[in-house]
């Protein structure tokens, strides 16, 4: 039994900060044994399709990142804490949407491909005022 555990959303203002964490809890089955693993979160407004917004993959460190948020937002992970972490910086009214944490652990690199995601979090909020 698996869950991602997501937390840090909140409501800022046009140029603050925020840092999105998302922890895995438990596993797939008592029999697995973790090695590689694709992690990062998707984002979504309502009426409007699911984007990517940056993943990364711990069997390299490899990361990719929507062109909306390069240069502003950075992923990093923490094996031991099997968790990841999404830092925003220079937030945009525009980043405002309710961001999905999400795990796919058959990839084998960074790839956008919401079906073959694993797992998701429940989702947190984020909310960019001018």
């Known amino acids: 039994q698996l869950q991602l555990v997501e937390s840090g959303g909140g409501s800022v203002r046009t140029g603050d900060s925020l840092r999105l964490s998302c922890r895995i809890s438990?596993?797939?089955?008592?029999?697995?044994?973790?090695?590689?693993?694709?992690m990062g979160w998707f984002r979504q407004v309502p009426g409007k399709e699911r984007e990517g917004v940056a993943l990364?993959?711990?069997?390299?460190?490899?990361?990719i990142y929507s062109d909306s948020v390069k240069g502003r937002f950075a992923i990093s992970q923490d094996g031991a804490k099997k968790t990841v972490y999404l830092q925003m910086n220079s937030l945009k009214p525009e980043d405002s949407a309710t961001y999905y944490c999400?795990?796919?652990?058959?990839?084998?690199?960074?790839?956008?491909?919401?079906?073959?995601?694993?797992?998701w979090g429940q989702g947190t909020q984020v909310t960019v005022s001018s």
């Open positions: 438990g596993n797939p089955n008592p029999y697995y044994v973790w090695t590689t693993y694709l």
């Open positions: 999400a795990l796919d652990l058959s990839a084998s690199g960074p790839r956008f491909r919401p079906g073959m995601m694993d797992y």
């Open positions: 990364i993959y711990n069997g390299d460190g490899s990361t």
